[in-house]
């Protein structure tokens, strides 16, 4: 200990000129140029489809949605301790909720997709109570039971297909709003201009949800959150409302994700329950980025959906083999290299783009 | 159909959902891990009946008696290799291993034996019925999965509750460390009870691969229905765990009756509802 921390004054107000004041930073200059250079990248991404070829953009729709996903889940499982393997029900809510609106409703498609999301976080705030009253590992399997009993009850629903499922013809869709814009700014037909549309929701989508999990970490509540995570009793006797801050984190992130359902589906334009509430697709390729690219980390999930895109367009043609390799590699990340390959270079490295840890350290 | 034959037929199917429950009861008891693999590996285990029952010609009880050992010391691997580096206090790293498990199992198997659905085969046994009253015949395959359950229950209670080992299990699962320095060695305490776990898995795997026919993609949905068994039954009982087997099977009998397309969803909501009622099970163990 040095002779300095000892001499650490109370409060700043009463600190004498020249005496150095400790305070926590979170920041990092390496940060700020990464926020800068993350700027330049989302307005490269906004402009991409001017140039772009309609198969790199029905890509980037892949991958900035599952990146959504991936950062969704890291923030419930990873910070929040909520490790869900259900995640698939609220994908599915939302891409139904999409299609009632659109086929039962008359709604508009892109007005529709808030609403997805509404009414998934409904249903996650009434699911929430029942589901938290398993603890930790429990939790995992009835999220995943839940999922599965709202993927039967969707498939009950006659007028949005039943069991076999449904979609939209592209007649439906061209009215919707922005379509027309779209077409006329790029000259493209109706069908590339609703890919074009689509992605550009979802990096709207894909940046929003990024800087929001990003500001609300590290806010005092993201404090909060990884508290209740590590010891609940004790994170309550500071005064934190664990049970609150975890169903709120819950709803949220149902939001979120139903509003991600909504999107890949409005893309898609047909929907099936299977389909929809597959675990595969929307929980394990999930998991499986957060694993690979380093679990409670910002840049983590984005290093993992990067690999994963390389990964997919290698190895996809070979079908369940992908899914072995893949499922082989997230078992290794876990064994030998625990905070991903995100975390392991950060860590050798020193590196930190979207720094959330807390540092101690002196003010000039 | 009367409704007591869809009471005999969910009791019956009970006994099944019991049999993929008790594998995992038995390590969530013990070292509090969730084994999300556990479905795909009771079907891994009656792939691997099937083969040497195909492929080897063995005769049924040979080729279970083999893949009973077989399982056990995958198990026991399984564990002394992958799941011990990942136990502790954080839960994430468990419940992930596990998942990615069962995806590589599941995907495994869809490489190796294809989509099909495959039976195990046991010639007349599976076709054969006993009359218990005048005008009640049940099946005698459905029978023996109910016996089985319950046979394997009354074992693993005489194995928990009168041998060293079982005493090794209980002290392990009050306090790892204390049992630690008393002597018993943690580890092979834990790999036994995995291995354990999936030896009893291949029983379970044997009475449903004769019963039904099964392929690849339905590994999840035994673990779910193991899940709910053990909660529905209540934690750390074993018979409670039977219990809730049976509950489900009703639940799922019942449903179906009702309308086909209801029996799954009738016991996933059966197991909500409890949850909703008595989140601590039907039949909890009385020491908390």
């Known amino acids: ?364 | 159909m009367s409704g007591f034959d869809t009471i005999i037929e969910g009791v019956l199917l009970g006994g099944v959902y019991a049999l993929f429950a008790l594998g995992l009861s038995l390590i969530f008891g013990i070292m509090r891990l969730v084994n999300l693999a556990h479905g795909d590996l009771i079907l891994l285990a009656a792939y691997l009946v099937l083969s040497a029952t195909t492929a080897l010609g063995l005769p049924l009880a040979a080729a279970s008696l083999l893949v009973v050992a077989a399982m056990f010391v995958l198990g026991f691997v399984l564990q002394r290799l992958v799941l011990e580096r990942v136990l502790g206090d954080d839960i994430l790293p468990p419940l992930l291993v596990t998942f990615g498990l069962s995806i590589v199992i599941q995907n495994g198997l869809l490489l190796g034996y294809g989509a099909d659905s495959r039976r195990l085969q046991a010639g007349a046994f599976e076709s054969s019925s006993v009359t218990l009253a005048p005008g009640l015949s049940v099946g005698l395959a459905p029978l023996t999965a109910l016996v089985t359950a319950i046979a394997a229950v009354a074992l693993l209670q005489l194995i928990f509750y009168r041998t060293s080992l079982g005493r090794a299990f209980r002290a392990t699962a009050d306090n790892p460390a204390i049992a630690q320095l008393m002597g018993v060695n943690e580890r092979n305490v834990y790999a036994i009870a995995v291995g354990l776990s999936l030896a009893v898995s291949v029983i379970a795997a044997i009475v449903f691969g004769i019963r039904a026919s099964f392929d690849p993609s339905i590994g999840p949905a035994r673990l779910l229905y193991a899940f709910e068994a053990v909660i529905i039954g209540g934690l750390g009982s074993l018979w409670g765990t039977l219990a809730g087997g049976i509950v489900l099977g009703l639940a799922q009998a019942i449903g179906g009756r009702i309308n086909p397309e209801w029996q799954i969803l009738a016991g996933h909501l059966t197991f909500l509802a409890v949850l909703m009622v008595r989140p601590r099970g039907l039949f909890p163990a009385r020491r908390t």
């Open chain 1, 1 to 364: 200990m040095s002779v300095e921390s000892i001499d650490m004054p109370a409060g700043r107000e009463q600190c004498p000129a020249g005496v150095p004041v400790w305070q926590i930073r979170v920041g990092t200059r390496r940060s700020r140029i990464a926020a800068v250079a993350g700027i330049a990248l989302v307005v490269v991404l906004a402009a991409l489809p001017a140039i772009a070829s309609r198969n790199l953009i029905q890509d980037l729709i892949f991958v900035l949605t599952m990146l959504t996903l991936a950062q969704l889940w890291n923030v419930l499982a990873g910070w929040g301790g909520l490790v869900s393997v259900g995640q698939q029900a609220f994908v599915g809510l939302g891409a139904y909720a999409l299609f009632a609106g659109i086929v039962m409703a008359g709604l508009d498609p892109v007005a529709a997709i808030p609403l997805a999301g509404l009414f998934a976080a409904l249903i996650a705030a009434l699911l929430g109570p029942l589901l938290f009253r398993l603890e930790g590992p429990y939790f995992a399997i009835g999220s995943w039971v839940a999922a599965e009993a709202l993927r039967l009850i969707c498939a009950q629903f006659k007028s949005l297909g039943g069991g076999t499922g449904m979609s939209i013809s592209p007649g439906e869709l061209s009215q919707m709003f922005g379509l027309k814009a779209v077409q006329a700014l790029l000259g493209l037909r109706p069908a590339a201009a609703r890919d074009v549309l689509v992605y550009w929701l979802a990096l709207l989508l894909a940046v929003l949800v990024t800087l929001g999990i990003y500001a609300f970490i590290r806010s005092r509540h993201g404090l909060a959150l990884a508290a209740s995570r590590d010891n609940g009793p004790a994170a309550r006797s500071v005064g934190v409302r664990t049970a609150r801050i975890r169903h709120l984190l819950w709803i949220a992130v149902a939001f979120a994700t139903g509003m991600v359902g909504a999107v890949v589906y409005l893309q898609k334009a047909r929907i099936s329950p299977d389909a929809a509430f597959s675990v595969t697709d929307w929980t394990a390729y999930v998991i499986f980025i957060v694993v690979i690219g380093g679990v409670r980390t910002i840049e983590g999930p984005m290093v993992g959906v990067l690999l994963l895109w390389g990964l997919v367009t290698w190895l996809a043609q070979y079908g369940s083999l992908y899914l072995v390799v893949l499922g082989t590699l997230a078992i290794l990340i876990m064994l030998f290299m625990p905070r991903g390959v995100w975390g392991a270079a950060a860590r050798r490295w020193q590196v930190q783009l979207f720094p959330t840890q807390r540092w101690l350290g002196r003010s000039r």
